[in-house]
């Protein structure tokens, strides 16, 4: 097994805390034949960090422009899609919800599941089914929820707003085209420069995200829940990332050797990060959180961001020079 990711084979790649890409993946995996570790690369999400610099709260890791960012993520694994909702925390009309029962039943009818927003609870999940007779969707969510849920409830769950995505096509994206797009997203996101996907008020992406957070704990106002969930997802995230990497060199071996050697380099230090924020997680464990403000707590908690970050910087830095090669 790869050196690289050797310290955290034993936990699985099948599921994943970032619940659009466990939507997308469930949605497309038939039509795109992608490992969900490879559209974690290919899209960009496991190389995502988005935090509240006022409190780490709960929303960080969703609290971003899903169609903007979508639109390059998917369009990057040769996925089109439409989407459909209401504004923040506004529940449909009658007739949005019409339109959106609608929606959904035409894509199932073509065999074509729907991702979709707070189905069980406030994450990302897929409509696979429906009987109109009852009234009822058939749906899964990335927690590993899967039932039946009324029309009535869409777009009326914990925050009261609707958000559906339906795939609309597929078309070939080359194995360099590919690489390169996935490189493009990341390194936009790690360096704030995404463009038409703005950074949200009070928030900070990519490398800044690990500045504002320690900014947070040094103000003592960290919300435990949330500083517990932002963490599971990035850990989990950063596992992601360094398998991607490393099966990117593994695919390369006989077409690019800076490629390869730049994998290598990155997937390294990708699984040097994720095993600090494995030590970071276990301070703070999900979901009792632990107690982020006490001051001994604090102090590694600092420490331990700082590390992640320089560790994250040399990855970008290998990436940077991925991505120039392929220019070439």
């Not at 729907?114 to 609870?121: E, K, N, S, T």
């Not at 707003?161 to 085209?177: G, N, R």
């Not at 990497?245 to 990708?270: F, K």
Request: hydrophobic share 40%; charged share 30%.
């Amino acid at each position: 097994m790869d050196s690289t990711v050797a310290n955290l084979a034993c936990e699985s790649y099948e599921g994943t805390w970032t619940t659009m890409a466990f939507a997308i993946h469930r949605a497309t995996r038939s039509k795109t034949k992608l490992s969900l570790v490879e559209l974690m690369g290919y899209t960009g999400y496991a190389f995502r960090l988005n935090v509240n610099e006022e409190k780490v709260d709960v929303a960080g890791p969703t609290a971003f422009d899903w169609d903007a960012y979508n639109k390059k993520a998917l369009g990057n694994i040769g996925v089109r899609f439409v989407s459909y909702g209401t504004s923040d925390f506004t529940p449909p009309t009658p007739d949005e919800l019409t339109l959106a029962i609608s929606k959904i039943q035409e894509s199932i009818d073509k065999e074509q599941p729907v991702i979709a927003w707070d189905l069980f609870l406030p994450e990302f999940g897929i409509i696979y089914g429906y009987d109109d007779d009852k009234r009822e969707f058939h749906a899964r969510d990335g927690t590993g929820k899967d039932g039946p849920i009324a029309y009535e409830k869409l777009g009326n769950g914990e925050l009261k707003e609707l958000f559906i995505m339906t795939i609309t096509d597929y078309f070939e994206v080359s194995k360099v085209e590919r690489l390169k797009g996935a490189l493009d997203i990341i390194l936009a996101h790690a360096l704030e420069k995404e463009e038409g996907c703005p950074v949200p008020m009070k928030f900070r992406n990519g490398l800044q995200g690990y500045d504002a957070w320690v900014k947070a704990f040094e103000k003592e106002k960290v919300h435990p829940f949330g500083n517990a969930y932002t963490i599971a997802v990035l850990y989990d995230a950063r596992r992601f990332a360094a398998k991607f990497l490393s099966d990117v060199r593994s695919e390369w071996q006989d077409e690019n050797d800076s490629v390869v050697s730049y994998a290598g380099i990155a997937s390294d230090h990708y699984e040097d990060v994720a095993q600090l924020l494995l030590e970071f997680r276990n301070i703070f464990p999900f979901p009792e959180g632990g107690e982020p403000n006490d001051p001994a707590n604090r102090e590694r908690a600092i420490g331990l961001l700082e590390k992640a970050k320089e560790s994250e910087e040399l990855g970008i830095e290998a990436l940077q020079k991925m991505y120039a090669e392929l220019e070439r």
